[in-house]
């Protein structure tokens, strides 16, 4: 959405929500926010469910920080979720993993930025201050795309596709990624076998795969196998 132009010194910004599974970083995060921009009304959530509740409370936040890494999110899926949920609220994705395609398919699909854990305060302020200004905001070195790339589209499509699997469904991604075969994914989520291979049939099915390999390199191949819990 459009925004006037403010200098750092004078960049108030009223409400946020912070999502992230490290209750230290999301409370520090928001700790940060409170005495830099004077963020009076903080949310967070440290997984994508309590993030989706709290945007269901009637909860409108000038801007989300996400970090993609969630338990019950996959790669972009959790980002996705949230943009659609809430499509004129700017998106920050705030990660350690920062490799180019990371980056550069968060942007692609849609974040107002990206910013890397490690960034210090002085340079998280400039970067919030781009964000604010309506500027897409990518650590030194990247370069944003000028358009989305065929690769950009890929990931955002299977992105989307997994963004739309059950919770289960997720889970057993993950551990199909891991190597597990079907018993060993029944006993670590205390199904029953068949019920095991039901959601990886209806999974396959979902991504356009034929089997569990397929799936695993498809998941690996959008570089975003790191973020699976």
């Given at each position: 959405?459009?925004?006037?132009?403010?200098?750092?010194?004078?960049?108030?910004?009223?409400?946020?929500?912070?999502?992230?599974?490290?209750?230290?970083?999301?409370?520090?995060?928001?700790?940060?926010?409170?005495?830099?921009?004077?963020?009076?009304?903080?949310?967070?959530?440290?997984?994508?469910?309590?993030?989706?509740?709290?945007?269901?409370?009637?909860?409108?936040?000038?801007?989300?920080?996400?970090?993609?890494?969630?338990?019950?999110?996959?790669?972009?899926?959790?980002?996705?979720?949230?943009?659609?949920?809430?499509?004129?609220?700017?998106?920050?994705?705030?990660?350690?993993?920062?490799?180019?395609?990371?980056?550069?398919?968060?942007?692609?699909?849609?974040?107002?930025?990206?910013?890397?854990?490690?960034?210090?305060?002085?340079?998280?302020?400039?970067?919030?201050?781009?964000?604010?200004?309506?500027?897409?905001?990518?650590?030194?070195?990247?370069?944003?795309?000028?358009?989305?790339?065929?690769?950009?589209?890929?990931?955002?499509?299977?992105?989307r596709k997994i963004a739309h699997l059950s919770q289960?469904?997720?889970?057993?991604?993950?551990?199909?990624?891991?190597?597990m075969p079907n018993k060993l994914i029944a006993y670590?989520?205390?199904?029953?076998?068949?019920?095991?291979?039901?959601?990886?049939?209806?999974?396959?099915?979902?991504?356009?795969?034929?089997?569990?390999?397929?799936?695993?390199?498809?998941?690996?191949?959008?570089?975003?196998?790191?973020?699976?819990?």
């Amino acid at each position: 959405m459009p925004r006037t132009a403010v200098p750092v010194h004078s960049l108030s910004i009223k409400s946020a929500l912070v999502i992230d599974d490290h209750p230290l970083y999301c409370d520090a995060l928001a700790a940060t926010m409170e005495s830099t921009f004077n963020t009076r009304r903080i949310r967070t959530a440290t997984s994508l469910s309590e993030a989706l509740q709290q945007l269901r409370m009637r909860f409108s936040p000038d801007l989300i920080m996400l970090d993609l890494n969630l338990p019950d999110a996959s790669g972009l899926s959790g980002f996705l979720k949230i943009k659609e949920k809430m499509p004129d609220i700017p998106v920050i994705v705030i990660s350690a993993f920062t490799s180019k395609d990371v980056v550069q398919s968060v942007i692609a699909a849609g974040a107002a930025g990206f910013i890397p854990k490690d960034i210090d305060r002085h340079n998280f302020q400039e970067a919030m201050q781009d964000i604010w200004n309506g500027k897409t905001y990518v650590p030194p070195g990247y370069a944003v795309p000028a358009r989305a790339t065929a690769t950009d589209q890929s990931v955002e499509t299977i992105s989307r596709k997994i963004a739309h699997l059950s919770q289960q469904q997720t889970r057993i991604l993950s551990l199909i990624c891991e190597g597990m075969p079907n018993k060993l994914i029944a006993y670590e989520m205390q199904l029953a076998e068949a019920t095991v291979k039901a959601h990886i049939t209806a999974l396959l099915r979902r991504l356009g795969v034929h089997n569990r390999t397929q799936a695993a390199m498809l998941v690996r191949e959008v570089s975003i196998r790191h973020s699976l819990q």
